[in-house]
């Protein structure tokens, strides 16, 4: 399968960096288990608040990305058999696709970001990132693999001219869409719809994720305090524009060229109108927002509380259930 023909090397990209070395199995079940725990819980012994953009808060911010790195999950794939209907309704979730070739601009754009960042420990640490990002990808591409998915070729991963702007797109894309990837998780999980050895399968990159867009919030606060007034303002347009860039995106679909240069329409909204595919229940927008703010607070809850949490989505959700209650009520 052409998706599988893929070669990504994060070491070769970024200075300095060494990709983790991972155990061989086979593996013993009680220390996959400890890693996960070490990969969800994580307080700095550091006292004292931490300074946004200061050293502490930087070195704070990349010994946590470090120290809950999980060697085991999800390298450790066991890809449960499925029943006839269980497989028709994984295959028919319109999301494959964009997912791995999601995965694929993600991890070329935070290593040609990473290798362009002079300070060590949060070049390292975003090399990280996108080592990670490589590694979902080989999960996914696995997972289509092994169960028969097919995909369209995907199209060549260019690399950014603008470093900075391509990364912010990403960090920010994810920042939003894991928001709402946490509760049509939790509504999978909940609906009985897919095999329980899947969803267990997908939790740690879930949590990964996770991880992932708590390093890019801090990295945005560390990097903006830590540029001079005049480039701020250079900055804070940027942001602004990759807002709008994520905005138009997802106003219905967006248009690309698959490998072999055919135009195709992807939803880049799935993560926000694709949760009666996961359920079989009736669920209002009112309660996916709830379980996407009760899930993305359980997420982060494990990290120390010193370290920032990604806010637009939340404070937008937040604000829009206030007006639907309000309506409610009226």
């Not at 023909?5 to 990709?19: C, I, L, N, S």
């Not at 960042?117 to 390292?124: C, E, I, N, P």
């Not at 879930?206 to 991880?211: F, G, K, N, T, V």
Request: aromatic share 12%.
């Amino acid at each position: 399968m052409d998706h599988m023909v893929d070669v990504f090397d994060t070491e070769a990209m970024v200075p300095g960096f060494t990709a983790p070395v991972l155990p061989s199995g086979p593996f013993d079940p009680a220390a996959v288990e400890a890693a996960d725990k070490v990969s969800r819980y994580w307080t700095s012994d550091t006292p004292g608040p931490f300074k946004i953009g200061s050293e502490t808060h930087k070195h704070e911010l990349c010994r946590m990305f470090r120290e809950t790195f999980n060697p085991y999950r999800p390298s450790v794939l066991e890809w449960p058999k499925l029943a006839p209907e269980e497989l028709a309704r994984i295959t028919a979730l319109p999301i494959w696709d964009i997912a791995v070739e999601t995965e694929g601009k993600a991890r070329l754009r935070m290593a040609a970001y990473a290798k362009t960042v002079a300070d060590k420990d949060m070049r390292l640490a975003l090399a990280l990132n996108a080592w990670e990002e490589n590694r979902h990808k080989e999960v996914l591409s696995k997972m289509v693999t092994h169960y028969g998915i097919p995909l369209v070729k995907e199209p060549p991963y260019i690399y950014p001219t603008d470093a900075e702007w391509a990364y912010m797109v990403t960090g920010y894309s994810e920042c939003i869409d894991s928001f709402f990837a946490f509760g049509l998780f939790k509504v999978a999980q909940r609906s009985g719809l897919f095999p329980q050895e899947l969803i267990d399968t997908f939790e740690p990159v879930m949590q990964e994720e996770c991880r992932h867009i708590l390093l890019f919030a801090n990295w945005v606060a560390w990097h903006r305090k830590n540029m001079p007034w005049w480039r701020r303002i250079g900055f804070e347009f940027k942001v602004f524009r990759v807002y709008c860039f994520l905005g138009w995106e997802r106003i219905g679909l967006a248009r690309s060229l698959d490998g072999d240069g055919n135009e195709r329409t992807q939803d880049n909204n799935f993560t926000v109108n694709g949760a009666q595919s996961m359920t079989a229940d009736d669920l209002s927008l009112p309660e996916l927002l709830q379980l996407c703010l009760d899930e993305d607070e359980h997420r982060f809850s494990g990290y120390d509380k010193r370290l920032l949490r990604p806010t637009t989505a939340p404070t937008l959700a937040r604000f829009a259930l206030k007006f639907m209650k309000k309506k409610k009520k009226a």
